[in-house]
């Protein structure tokens, strides 16, 4: 897959992972540091991936940006604001575009916030197959591995626990700065 160079947001500053699903499903993730002052090119980004699920961390936003100043024809929005939980005023923030053509639906509780990681997770339904468990991960650069490890099993063991004894499968997509 190829990714559009645009002034703003040359390739190099991409962290972006994509992978196909054996089911047909796609995904890629990205730091975006700023969905808004960007917001050209994650939506020529998106629309020239063509995935089903494209995760978004640090996308800056808060309660006062609405979904229509960041909606992209043919994706719906699953957003995770950073909140009063992280002990940050600023920065963070999760969203997970999908694809209209995918039967996605938000996991409820599924956001988390904390100083140490954030995570939003969505359902992907398949036809004739077992649910997909999506998490958009994003652990702070100031956030130790292990404390984001823990908040994070605190948080969710109990749903990846039972997620997994269902045979469900899970996707997992982080970004760790180390």
Request: aromatic share 8%; charged share 15%; proline share 6%.
């Amino acid at each position: 897959m190829q990714f559009p160079v645009t002034p703003d947001v040359p390739v190099l500053s991409y962290a972006t992972q994509c992978l196909q699903n054996p089911k047909g499903c796609s995904f890629a993730s990205i730091n975006f540091r700023g969905i808004l002052s960007k917001f050209d090119s994650l939506k020529l980004l998106i629309e020239n991936s063509g995935v089903d699920i494209f995760a978004v961390s640090e996308s800056f936003l808060n309660d006062t940006i609405t979904n229509a100043e960041i909606n992209i024809e043919g994706y719906s929005i699953v957003r995770g604001d950073r909140d009063h939980r992280s002990g940050k005023l600023s920065g963070g923030g999760l969203v997970v575009y999908t694809s209209d053509a995918a039967d996605v639906t938000p996991v409820p509780n599924g956001h988390f916030c904390s100083p140490n990681v954030e995570c939003l997770w969505v359902c992907l339904k398949l036809t004739r197959a077992r649910p997909v468990y999506v998490c958009n991960i994003y652990r702070p650069p100031d956030a130790s591995v292990q404390n984001s490890l823990h908040d994070l099993e605190q948080q969710h063991g109990n749903l990846i626990s039972q997620l997994m004894l269902m045979s469900c499968t899970l996707v997992m997509l982080i970004l760790i700065f180390l």
